[in-house]
């Protein structure tokens, strides 16, 4: 044996082999059983594991909704430094679309009741759609990949780790509710009415998680248990909107967990007694989810599935078809979701614009901010374009945390044993994120400029409401690179850094300009190179060079996945 012999020998012996890599990522039981000590009590080993599991996710979402809600504190007091009047707002209180969408008007005269009734709702669905997607991941999800099966290999029953479960998630609905309250406070909007916030939303989102953990024991597949509970979310919002409706119709809102907020009115004349099914609600759903927990095995539902059916075969020949047929429902549900926000949107820019006419304090807001041309209608559509942009880049970028998602569960490793280079696999998921993303944009586009037709405007047509979102289409593409990079070289963070830099480079080109921020700052945003399009010219440089950007680092994100290792949670 040569010495080059000998030494490559010795190497490959040192070397870990594929297997063994595996086995420390393959699950995050194995991961995390280092950590715990020696005699641990495995139920306490069972609630930090799924501990670790939340605690990423609700941290962001804690800060996201914070943020969110300083900001909008920030741009009332800005705007109005001397409080409202009580007719500045008046024309809303017999808009239809207006309380339906928003909901009836209430203590607007405060930062808080503003805040409440102008973003309250959209933190709802935040705190909603993020309590649904993480409970029928820990519940079903880790159960589809079979790794439930390594944590009631113990001395632990399912309805006890059920259980922990839900104690952990419902303290990160407090633990969400806590920052919207300390934001609240810190903002100078009073202890009272930040503190009904904070329960109020905290309370939101225990519903929903419950509502999941319950749907999670009826269907066998995760997807199909998110989609339940995504159902009953959007009957609590049509719900809301009827009860917000008219006056004789408000008793539908105590029907909605979406309702009870408006029932609450944290900075107007309070009702502690919205707080009640609050409370009670998600803790009879938890009950009801760790007892039907009881009656049905490890990987089993207590609907009827779709085994001894024919095996649905199509669409299963290529990894980009398999990503499509995955993802589609979950497509589909954002187009109609955007689509009907878009159309609302649209109904009301009319209404808008009449309201931005009468009011002077706005106007100045408006001006300081650099946005004089949005006190126009075509103006006005260009910011619900960038808007929508905004969604459908988060949308891409949650589109590459399925590809996260199908390599934390293992499934990956099985489709890249078999003739399937890596390029291919992330490609074909890269592909279908940005072809996705454009889809959103045509439909809610389309939508949109339905929302102003139906309200019987002619000043926007169908090419201007469709300019107005696809000027967005540069920003979805880098940031659909970013995500196709992070992915590459920091998996783990595949989510959390284009959505932050997605929000963030937002919230500067907002707050920016008022704040007498430095133009590097302002420009390090790529939303403040979008022109305001259909009221200005497509800006064509800056739309070429992101376009660019982003293909540049999906190459590089391509590339890393290439020469990486594959990562388990």
Request: hydrophobic content about 50%; overall charge positive.
């Given at each position: ?61 804690a ?50 009741g ?16 993020w ?94 248990a ?30 909605t ?9 944290p ?7 919205a ?56 497509l ?14 649209g ?47 988060l ?7 399925a ?72 920003v ?10 992070t ?6 963070l ?22 007498s ?53």
């Open positions: 044996m040569t010495s080059a012999t000998h030494h490559g020998a010795h190497e490959l012996a040192r070397r870990p082999s594929r297997q063994a890599r595996r086995a420390r990522t393959a699950s995050p039981a194995r991961h995390l059983a280092p950590r715990i000590a020696q005699g641990a009590h495995p139920r306490r080993t069972v609630f930090t594991l799924y501990v670790r599991l939340t605690r990423r996710g609700a941290l962001l979402m800060a996201s909704v914070a943020v969110y809600l300083g900001v909008e504190v920030a741009s009332y007091s800005a705007a109005y430094p001397t409080g409202v009047s009580p007719t500045q707002f008046a024309m809303f209180l017999d808009n239809p679309a207006v309380r339906m969408m928003q909901g009836v008007p209430n203590g607007l005269e405060s930062a808080g503003f805040t409440v009734w102008d973003g309250g709702w959209i933190i709802q669905l935040l705190v909603a759609v309590a649904l997607l993480t409970t029928s991941r820990i519940l079903r999800g880790e159960e589809d990949v079979e790794r439930t099966d390594l944590v009631l290999a113990g001395p632990v029953r399912a309805t006890h780790a059920t259980a922990l479960s839900l104690v952990v998630l419902a303290a990160a609905a407090l633990l969400i509710g806590v920052a919207a309250t300390v934001t609240m406070l810190a903002s100078g909007t009073g202890l009272r009415g930040s503190a009904l916030l904070g329960l109020g939303l905290a309370g939101v989102t225990a519903t929903f998680a419950s509502v999941a953990a319950v749907t999670s024991q009826l269907v066998n597949v995760r997807r199909r998110a989609a339940l509970a995504a159902g009953v979310l959007g009957v609590a919002y049509v719900l809301r909107m009827v009860g917000n409706s008219t006056d004789p119709r408000s008793w539908v809102r105590w029907t967990p979406l309702g009870w907020m408006d029932e609450l009115k900075y107007g004349q309070a009702d502690p007694r707080l009640l099914p609050m409370l009670i609600v998600p803790v009879l759903l938890a009950a009801l989810a760790v007892t039907l927990r009881a009656r049905r095995d490890i990987g089993g539902a207590l609907l009827a599935t779709e085994a001894g059916r024919e095996p649905h075969l199509r669409r299963l020949g290529s990894p980009i078809a398999f990503a499509w047929r995955s993802n589609r429902a979950v589909l549900g954002w187009i109609l979701g955007l689509g009907a926000y878009a159309a609302v949107m109904a009301l820019i009319s209404t808008m614009i009449d309201w931005l006419a009468q009011d002077q304090s706005y106007q100045k807001l408006m001006a300081d901010l650099g946005l004089d041309q949005a006190l126009t209608t075509l103006g006005f559509l260009a910011m619900i374009g960038a808007m929508m942009g905004v969604a459908v880049a949308q891409v970028a949650w589109r590459m945390g590809a996260r998602g199908e390599e934390e569960s293992g499934r990956v490793e099985a489709i890249l044993a078999r003739p399937v280079s890596r390029l291919r696999w992330l490609g074909g998921h890269a592909l279908l994120s940005f072809l996705g993303g454009a889809l959103l944009l045509v439909a809610t586009g389309t939508a949109l400029w339905l929302g102003v037709a139906s309200s019987g405007s002619d000043e926007i047509t169908w090419d201007n409401a469709m300019r107005s979102v696809l000027n967005a289409l540069p979805v593409l880098l940031i659909g690179g970013l995500a196709v990079l992915f590459g070289l920091f998996p783990r595949t989510v959390a850094v284009p959505v932050t830099v997605t929000v963030v480079g937002y919230l500067v080109t907002l707050l920016g300009p008022a704040l921020w430095p133009d590097w700052v302002l420009n390090l945003s790529p939303f403040t190179h979008l022109a305001l399009v259909p009221a200005e010219p497509w800006g064509a440089t800056a739309g070429i060079i992101m376009t660019c950007l982003g293909l540049l680092l999906l190459g590089v994100g391509l590339l890393g996945f290439q020469r990486r290792d594959v990562v388990g949670s």
